[in-house]
């Protein structure tokens, strides 16, 4: 071995790893729950307010895998309404990950998906790893997408599918990190390792109603603590 080899060999073992870049975007139709998600998974809050993103907004994260693999997450979250817009090519450029977003109380935002997709599809050169999110699975009681046609879509188009709560936070942070560490060819999570990363379920305290408006509303037990209800 050279000199000069021995030293770019000494250079390279010095020199820190730089986390790996990951750019992900989020797409789906408007209301289904993209900015929730990303704003939960950078943020760990979420808000009901509904404020639609235009154009597109950049957001990051950095995230460990299991092994201790360190990962910079740049996530585009594209506003709903840029699938008929003239910049959805400027948002996608360069995409790794695509993460299409349907609301599982909304049958619309599922069907849109394919539109979605064949879009992207058509933009990009190469064709990036996708993923399909149903958000919104504290509604499951409201729920309108039937299952079978999920599963249907995700095997006819070869994608991976998971549900997560912006919401209560369930799954967001397992379904990223489960993501990921397949796109990046590392075993899927295994159960143990999914628990680790779900949240708490976050449970909202409502203050129980006034006593004139209890006695309106009929016999109520009496007690001193505020009702819990989980929404
Ligand atoms: N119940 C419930 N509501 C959600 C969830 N995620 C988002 N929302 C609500 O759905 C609306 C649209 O969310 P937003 O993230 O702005 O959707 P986007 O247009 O896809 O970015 C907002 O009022 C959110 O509070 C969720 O997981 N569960
Ligand atoms: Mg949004």
Redesign the pocket.
Known sequence: MSDSEADEDVATAAAPTAAKEIRVAFV??????????IRRLCYDE????????VGADFYMKRISLPGRKEVTLKLT?VG?LELRGSMIDKYLFNADMIIL?YDITNPTSFDYMSNWLAIVLGLLESAPFFAVIG?????EHQRAVRLDKTNQFVADHNLISLL?????GESVDACIVDLISRHLGLPPLTKTQKEQHQAVLKVELVPSPPENVKRKIGHVHHTKSSVCCIQ
Request: with cysteine; glycine share 10%.
């Open positions: 789906g139709e408007p209301s289904v729950g993209k900015t929730s998600l979420f808000s009901r307010q509904y404020v639609a993103t979250d709903g977003v958000n919104k699975c504290d509604l997560a709560s912006a919401k209560t």
